[in-house]
């Protein structure tokens, strides 16, 4: 019998043996699982059994199991060892073996990625099919009218570029800056920051309008900015920077940039599908997110939409756009409404997913998703601020699926994002630029925005806290929260009440 095992015997049951550890019990399940419980928990199974289960045994156990130090095969071990009995092409293989990969199963409540649907992942490992396969074809009608949406618009020139989502910022800056033009950047974190080297690599000429980092977007200097500026073409600001948690008003900044008479491309990377981006009512002409954060899909696409404003305005352009790749009125011949001709290979597999992960969204509905957002973040918040967690935003700007908050003075935060990876699966997110080592951020996007990580999220913190001496209850962060989702189904269901039966 392994150690593992000799655990759950000796206290009766997993959930115990979890208890004891003050771990998670999916982790304890993992080590049932694996056959063995790793090393690093040697001295404290000693101490805990009171010595029935020796910390030799422990260690013996898992460094058979799980050689630790061994870096490489003796040559005698590799199975890829002239395999296909050509020494010549041999000398290029890896002279170490190596195994399919099966990544752990993750809580991920980072800024993205976030956890994928099942629904999601099954589409995605569908059998290939062409790109320009009629059935693909009809596919992609639907997912561009999937993103209409999501995006709230009718722009027919709406799609996923293929890249990240600072591909999707990049194309936006490429096709509608042209040399020489001036582009007003609000800058209030990381991603303004991305903004600004797009528009120097266009070749535009940015006028910055910065801001303290978790500030949102101030209209009254962008007003300010233009009057000093009246030949500004395009407007840029994050409407969602992600690096501090603050949303800003997009409404009444595309409503300012419009008064100037300027274009404005708007960064929804992390508020579409958790926050309202109503595209048309708010007059954007230009938007670009990415399919890793609310909308819960692998990385690498970027949905666009343009208003025919933009359209019309790419067409009009003189010069040769910079980029081949990026040339809207290339890609057009690819996305656009009547033609589909080769411009690049697709990514199919991946935009199957996209089609899933928006179909969920469309069947969920856009304001219960955003809905399900809110209630999540409230609970999340009562637990953390009741673990004496300050948020670094106020809170009429704070973004519901990016909770930044401000490590406790003393802390080594990096050892408590290691260790909720590695003890508890659970990955957070740490603060950059300036804001490094200086908050935490959790998300609650797509997918991962469920209770139970809520839940798992604020025992697993609280726990790891503890650990490290920092005087915070568990129980507190739990009952807050649990306070909280009690307090929201009771308004709900008082509101149900209210509302008047349906006529027969
Ligand atoms: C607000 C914002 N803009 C742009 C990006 C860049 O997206 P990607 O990492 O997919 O390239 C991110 C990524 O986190 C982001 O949060």
Request: hydrophobic residues 40%; glycine residues 8%.
């Amino acid at each position: 019998m392994n150690c593992a095992t000799r655990l759950v015997e000796l206290f009766g049951s997993q959930a115990e043996v979890a208890r004891r550890f003050r771990l998670d019990r999916a982790v304890v399940n993992h080590w049932i699982k694996s056959g063995y419980v790793p090393a690093r928990w040697a001295m404290e199974v000693e101490q805990v059994t009171g010595g029935q289960i020796a910390a030799v045994d422990v260690l013996n156990e898992a460094t058979a199991r799980k050689p630790l130090k061994l870096k490489s095969r003796p040559d005698g071990d590799n199975d890829f060892a002239n395999a296909s009995g050509s020494d010549f092409m041999d000398k290029y293989a890896p002279s170490k073996r190596i195994n399919s990969f099966h990544p752990p199963q993750r809580t991920l409540m980072g800024p993205g990625p976030t956890e994928i649907h099942p629904r999601v992942l099954t589409t995605m490992s569908q059998p290939a099919i062409g790109y320009l396969d009629p059935i693909f074809v009809e596919m992609m009608e639907e997912l561009k009218a999937l993103l209409r949406y999501t995006y709230q618009t009718k722009n027919p020139l709406t799609f996923p570029v293929s890249g990240p989502g600072s591909v999707g910022m990049e194309y936006c800056f490429v096709n509608m800056v042209a040399p020489g033009d001036k582009v007003i950047v609000c800058r209030n974190g990381v991603f303004g920051g991305r903004m600004i080297e797009n528009v120097e690599r266009a070749g535009g000429i940015p006028v910055v309008v910065e801001h303290e980092w978790g500030e949102p977007v101030d209209p009254q200097k962008l007003e300010d900015a233009l009057k000093k500026n009246p030949d500004v073409r395009v407007v840029a600001f994050v409407h969602a920077e992600t690096s501090t948690g603050v949303l800003s008003d997009a409404k009444t900044l595309v409503e300012i940039a419009h008064k100037h008479d300027a274009l404005t491309i708007v960064d929804t990377v992390t508020s579409l599908g958790g926050s309202p981006v109503l595209v048309d009512e708010w007059k954007i002409d230009a938007a670009y997110s990415a399919s890793q954060k609310c909308l819960s899909c692998t990385p690498g696409l970027s949905p666009v939409t343009f208003s025919e404003r933009v359209v019309d305005y790419v067409k009009a352009r003189k010069d040769k756009i910079h980029s081949w790749f990026m040339d809207m009125n290339l890609l057009l011949g690819y996305w656009g409404e009547t033609t589909r001709t080769y411009h690049h290979t697709a990514p199919t597999n991946s935009l199957f997913a996209l089609h899933e992960a928006l179909l969920l969204i469309r069947e969920e509905g856009l304001e219960n998703a955003w809905a399900r957002v809110n209630r999540h973040h409230t609970a999340l918040k009562a637990g953390l601020e009741a673990m004496g967690l300050k948020f670094l935003v106020k809170e009429p700007y704070q973004i519901p699926q990016m909770n930044a908050v401000r490590c406790p003075e003393g802390i080594n935060e990096a050892e408590v994002r290691k260790t909720l990876l590695n003890e508890f699966g659970l990955e957070i997110g740490a603060g950059l630029g300036p804001l490094a080592g200086k908050i935490w951020r959790f998300g609650l996007m797509g997918y991962s925005c469920r209770p139970d990580n809520v839940m798992l999220c604020l025992s697993a913190l609280g726990s790891v806290m503890e650990d490290m001496g920092y005087p915070v209850h568990v129980g507190d962060a739990e009952g807050a929260a649990h306070a909280a989702y009690a307090s929201m189904h009771a308004t709900a269901a008082q509101a149900k009440k209210r509302k008047p039966a349906k006529a027969a």
